[in-house]
């Protein structure tokens, strides 16, 4: 199992440098991916948690591919209904290329309505939009003239290398809890991402359903790759009311251990407890990254063995 951490690419805190940091922290730490958010529009419903100033999660990739050597890069996650999905495409598979193969791609539908206005695309048609998208950028990744027609998204002929460094491509995460967001995993051969949820959810209802989902459709079981919220705290919190990765150091190790046992190839570390003035002081989530990172790096290590 491989461990990852979600670094802030928004609010008042977040400057070149402070990328650089947080990635050469990570990578320094012994970390396996680094991952950043999307939004394009600041509207006031993104703003009440994610601030500007909010750097472009494939820039800011660009810009930590040159500042680190060998962690893997990726978004959590790129909203798929704000670009048209030969740019999706060529900037995924440019940056593969530049950062030599260490790029991964997280796609979710959106949540912010207002932004979807601010960009003229309807909200109410996003998942549709979405599966278009993906199709697309699948078609376009997979040989040098590329053609797709979907109700959203056509085009015939179209040359868009250089193609993705990785073989057989590159790794598609698709973001979401809901139950739409497991069957386009199914559906698309990608892995599940969930965000911010509690084990006994995961365990009895969220991945049972993510099988009987591959089941149904005949289709291989979706690869687990989550992120959880890292919050170590000095004593045990109640089980039933705790997220995944919150608690005391010895909680946070078992859900760990248990998503190793569950088969997740990837977990990935959210600090962030929503309050943008926590990016200006990311020392404490430098400490508790730190802290971890003895454990994590042992159970990544036990799983690949």
Partial sequence: ??????????????????????????????????????????????????????????????????????????????????????????????LDQLSGGRFVLGVGVGWADQEFAALGVPFAARGP?????????????AGEVASHRGPFVAFEGVQTGPGPAREPSIPLWVGGNGAAARRRAVRFGAAWHPIAFRMGWLTRTALPDLWAAAAEANRPEPPLCPRIRLRLTDGLLDEGERLAGEGSLEQVRADLAELAGLGAEYVLLDT??????????????????????????????????
């Fill in 1 to 94: 199992m491989k461990v990852g951490v979600n670094l802030p690419n928004y609010g008042p805190g977040a400057t070149p440098d402070a990328l650089a940091r947080w990635g050469r922290l990570a990578e320094g730490l012994g970390y396996h991916v680094l991952m950043v958010s999307d939004h394009v529009a600041v509207t006031p419903d993104v703003a009440q948690y994610y601030p500007a100033p909010f750097y472009d999660p494939f820039v800011a990739l660009s810009w930590l591919a040159a500042q680190t050597a060998r962690i893997e890069l990726g978004t959590t996650v790129a909203i798929l209904p704000y670009r048209h999905p030969l740019l999706v495409a060529r900037m995924a598979a440019n």
């Fill in 129 to 141: 939009i979405s599966d278009d998208t993906l199709a697309a950028i699948l078609a376009a990744w």
């Fill in 272 to 305: 962030y407890r929503g309050d943008p003035e926590e990016t200006r002081y990311p020392e404490r989530a430098w400490a508790m990254l730190a802290t971890l990172a003895e454990r994590v790096l042992d159970l990544a290590q036990e799983r690949e063995r």
